[in-house]
């Protein structure tokens, strides 16, 4: 009995830790609805006048990106602001044909007059980060936007975020990500759907309420004296701009979300990519939870609702580790609860957890409608875009707890580049992409293996007890099944 003492424990720890993830998400999901009473009184540069006009650099951090290279700089120079008060710096770290190429269209772009410059390093320190850091160094603008290379802002990009660092408290301005291939393919579709619940209930329900959120990396303007007075930024951990952010807003900088200011951007389309982005996404917010654990608890500026939702914000990731941990144990409790008749009041009590999913159900209800609309043939749509939304990032569990484990270790690894392929219709070709990964990690067999584990865990809710099964865990071994199948034979067939 000591062993299913030990399962029970675990299991129960990690339920708890599920559901109050949920409860904090239904909070923001609260704040969300409430936010939207709320107007805009934000004072804001006047842009019509001369003397109130900024000067602004864009950064563009890029490593190797062959084919959305010539897009990007395209797209950036149609940036409708005053020439006199704009500079853009190229921060190239790339190592193949590109440097040579991405310097011939730069030179081409100082000749219509637009101050660009193409800043490279023999030294890759720091990663992006680093480049950041490098190129602040001789930055000329008050305020600095920085754009990943498969992101597209609109022309007028700069006029609807400028505005808001009237307000000398204000270190970040922050807008939405949208998605110009979301309707790609099933993996683009889910992970649109994540992102979307991150840049609507998330983003919005913290920053309404003057909770701590973090620049995305991306399609985000920065207060020069914000990033100098944070400490600058930090190549410790992957994710430099979760670190930044935090140190900032416990240094009293305010940050602004604007969630109707969107940026598009390409969506990973291939499974290895969007491991690869996954796997630095979850380690950073790790290593970040480390990082900043104490720094959080020992501030005097914030609120205990503030702590409490930016300690859970970085343990974000730590939630996967938590779904593998109930999905893996679920099985042995299948039997458990069918082999010893005296647990069968804690067995009621544990379905009380089942809330989780609802409240998850519920708030990512509310995100959808506001991409699709409402609606009863939309309902029917998000119960089904629900449901394989859950099993597939339950699919990525493993690999997601691997990347966590590793960032709460302290094991280091390198900023490893999501691949982009400048890719929208699903007749493009990917196949040939020079920097996709060619080899199948490890990770990939035990994903099968946790796949056919799940399919045992189906058979089991036939042959459990002696009433003829058990299937209440069944739906759940189901989407588990089906997650980790996609995972694994993504993955293989990704490779070919």
């Known amino acids: 009995m000591i062993l299913e003492t030990v399962i029970i424990i675990i299991y129960t720890i990690a339920l708890v830790l599920i559901f109050m993830y949920a409860l904090a998400q239904l909070n923001l999901l609260f704040n969300y609805l409430s936010s939207k009473k709320i107007k805009d009184n934000c004072e804001k ?47 190239d770290d790339s190592t193949d044909e590109t440097v040579e190429s991405t310097g011939q269209h730069i030179k081409n772009l100082q000749e219509t007059g ?38 597209l802002p609109q022309k007028d990009w ?30 683009t579709r889910i992970q649109a759907f994540a992102l979307d619940a991150h840049f609507t209930l998330e983003q919005v329900g913290r920053n309404s309420k003057g909770h701590f959120i973090n620049f995305n990396g991306t399609a985000g303007l920065w207060r020069k004296a914000c990033i100098i007075d944070a400490g600058n930024w930090e190549g410790d951990t992957l994710t430099e701009d979760l670190d930044l952010s935090y140190r900032a807003q416990l240094k009293n900088w305010k940050f602004k979300y604007l969630e109707n200011v969107e940026t598009p ?127 597939i990032a339950m699919g990525f569990s493993l ?11 302290g094991k280091k690894s390198e900023f490893v580049r999501t691949p982009k392929f400048n890719i929208s219709k699903y007749k493009d070709n990917w196949k040939n992409n020079k920097y996709m ?17 799940f399919g045992f865990g189906m058979y089991s809710a036939f042959i459990v007890g002696n009433q003829g099964g058990d299937f209440g865990l069944f739906p759940f071994h189901l989407m588990l099944f089906i997650g980790f199948g996609y995972v694994f034979f993504k993955s293989l067939f990704s490779k070919v």
Not at 46 to 60: A, C, G, K, Y
Not at 124 to 131: C, D, I, L, P, W
Not at 139 to 145: D, M, P, S, T, Y
């Open 437 to 453: 990964k060619k080899n199948v990690s490890i990770h990939v067999i035990f994903e099968g293996l946790l796949m056919l584990y």
């Open 399 to 409: 690999h997601n707890s691997i990347a966590v484990l590793e960032g709460h270790w």
């Open 265 to 391: 951007a390409e969506l990973p389309v291939v499974i290895s990519a969007a491991r690869s982005q996954q796997f630095r996404w979850n380690k950073g917010g790790a290593e970040n939870f480390k990082k900043m654990l104490w720094r959080v608890l020992k501030s005097k500026n914030i609120s205990s609702k503030t702590k409490v939702h930016g300690l859970l914000h970085l343990l974000n990731s730590t939630m996967f580790l938590n779904v593998l941990i109930v999905g893996v144990l679920s099985i042995p409790m299948l039997y458990i609860k069918n082999e010893y008749a005296h647990l069968k009041p804690y067995f009621y009590v544990m379905s009380f957890f089942v809330l989780s999913t609802i409240i998850f159900f519920i708030c990512y209800w509310f995100m959808y409608k506001n991409t699709y609309g409402s609606g009863f043939k939309n309902f029917i749509r998000y119960i089904g875009m629900f449901f394989v939304f859950f099993s």
């Open 45 to 91: 540069f006047d842009l019509s006048n001369p003397n109130e006009i900024p000067f602004v650099t864009i950064q563009l951090p890029v490593y190797n990106e062959m084919y959305v290279m010539e897009r990007l700089l395209d797209n950036i120079a149609k940036i409708d602001y005053p020439k006199n008060k704009l500079e853009i710096q190229v921060l």
């Open 158 to 187: 700069l006029k609807h975020t400028v505005p808001y660092f009237k307000d000398d408290q204000i270190g970040v301005v922050q807008t939405r990500w949208g998605h110009i291939n979301r309707n790609y393919s099933i993996l």
């Open 114 to 151: 637009l101050d660009i410059q193409h800043i490279t390093r023999t030294d890759r320190s720091g990663f992006k980060a680093g480049a950041l850091k490098e190129g602040l160094k001789i930055a000329k603008g008050e305020f600095i936007a920085i754009f990943d290379s498969d992101f």
